[in-house]
């Protein structure tokens, strides 16, 4: 069983839809992150928080917007996606120290009709 | 900067065949260093990883991993594979410092022959 814990697990929407992702974690964890992985390749880093506050944005197109409303919680906003958009959503979580391994939810497969 | 290289994109054993999966790093820095496995439809698993001390680290489900500083290399085996085995591999390396970004290698899959 993950300790990271995402919610939904598939998600189908249109390019004018906004919903949203949703990441939760309960091992004291401060750092939290944003994958996207595509089929056969390895994740690729969107965005890392660190104590609640975005310390890293990988150049991400606005359409995505992230948020951190607790230690424990990790959410990802979505508006006006492009087919593109299509993939693998992972959350993950670490310790708050050098050499610290992520820890991976299951991901969100996410479809842009 | 750092990188990983992993040689092979697919790898074929038979069942109860040694698994070996080559991973190479490049980091400017003492490296931290760790393997994942994903399954079909399932998020990265940690199967171990190298920080400091022992050069030979073991890991979840039979697997090791040797840290060979002099070759720039972190090659996962297993000595006899299991059908459940069979999945996608990421050698992974951080350089630690504030923002404790994985470098993902481009993955190997692990095909188990019966």
């Known amino acids: 069983d993950t300790e990271v814990t995402q919610t939904p697990k598939h998600l189908v929407m249109g390019m004018t839809n906004k919903k949203s992702l949703k990441c939760e974690q309960h091992?004291?964890?401060?750092?939290m992150y944003w994958y996207k992985q595509k089929a056969k390749k390895p994740p690729e880093l969107m965005f890392v928080?660190?104590?609640?506050?975005?310390?890293i944005n990988e150049s991400v197109p606005s359409r995505f917007s992230p948020e951190c409303p607790n230690s424990s919680l990790l959410n990802l906003h979505l508006h006006a996606l492009q087919p593109e958009d299509s993939a693998l959503y992972l959350c993950?979580?670490?310790?708050?120290?050098?050499?610290?391994?992520?820890?991976f939810g299951d991901g969100t497969r996410l479809s842009i009709l | 900067a750092q990188s990983v290289t992993q040689l092979g994109s697919h790898v074929s054993v038979s069942e109860g065949a040694l698994v070996l999966l080559r991973c190479n790093y490049s980091?400017?820095?003492?490296?931290?260093l760790f393997w994942y496995v994903q399954y079909p439809n399932q998020g990265l698993q940690l199967l171990l990883k190298?920080?400091?001390?022992?050069?030979l680290v073991k890991g979840i489900n039979g697997f090791e991993a040797e840290f060979k500083k002099s070759e720039t290399s972190f090659h996962l085996t297993k000595p006899s594979a299991h059908m459940s085995d069979a999945a996608e591999y990421f050698c992974?390396?951080?350089?630690?410092?504030?923002?404790?970004?994985?470098?993902f290698g481009k993955g190997t899959l692990l095909t188990v022959n019966p």
């Open positions: 993950a979580s670490s310790q708050e120290r050098a050499g610290q391994p992520q820890h």
């Open positions: 091992m004291g964890h401060r750092a």
């Open positions: 928080y660190s104590y609640e506050k975005l310390s």
């Open positions: 980091s400017s820095v003492p490296p931290y």
């Open positions: 190298y920080t400091t001390g022992a050069t």
């Open positions: 992974a390396v951080s350089s630690g410092g504030s923002n404790y970004k994985l470098t």
